[in-house]
Nanobody
Framework: QVQLVESGGGLVQPGGSLKLSCAASGFGFSSYTMSWYRQAPGKERELVATITNLGGRTNYADSVKGRFTISRDNAKNTVYLQMNSLKPEDTAVYYC????????WGQGTQVTVSS
């Protein structure tokens, strides 16, 4: 079955950096677009970034453009989210996802940006 396991979250000061990882299994990883979403307390889940199956195309939410970079390693079945210049408003639970008929989600990893 599809499994997505995020890691790399934590507490960071404003202006700092974190790199999230999502290890995927149970499907042909290199055939699918992968995405990162986030959900802040009291807010709806929002799309942060996507990357096509071979990594040739990426898209970002306006709020993270120029600060976040999505990448993938198909040999490791892993997708990454490098987050730089973090702001308090980036605080959220971050999820990776794949649409394979239905949407599959990981359990999420908490990112807290605070001084």
């Amino acid at each position: 079955q599809v499994q997505l396991v995020e890691s790399g979250g934590g507490l960071v000061q404003p202006g700092g950096s974190l790199k999230l990882s999502c290890a995927a299994s149970g499907f042909g990883f290199s055939s699918y677009t992968m995405s990162w979403y986030r959900q802040a307390p009291g807010k709806e889940r929002e799309l942060v970034a996507t990357i096509t199956n071979l990594g040739g195309r990426t898209n970002y939410a306006d709020s993270v453009k120029g600060r976040f970079t999505i990448s993938r390693d198909n040999a490791k079945n892993t997708v990454y989210l490098q987050m730089n210049s973090l702001k308090p408003e980036d605080t959220a639970v971050y999820y990776c996802s794949v649409r394979r008929g239905t949407m599959y989600w990981g359990q999420g990893t908490q990112v807290t940006v605070s001084s």
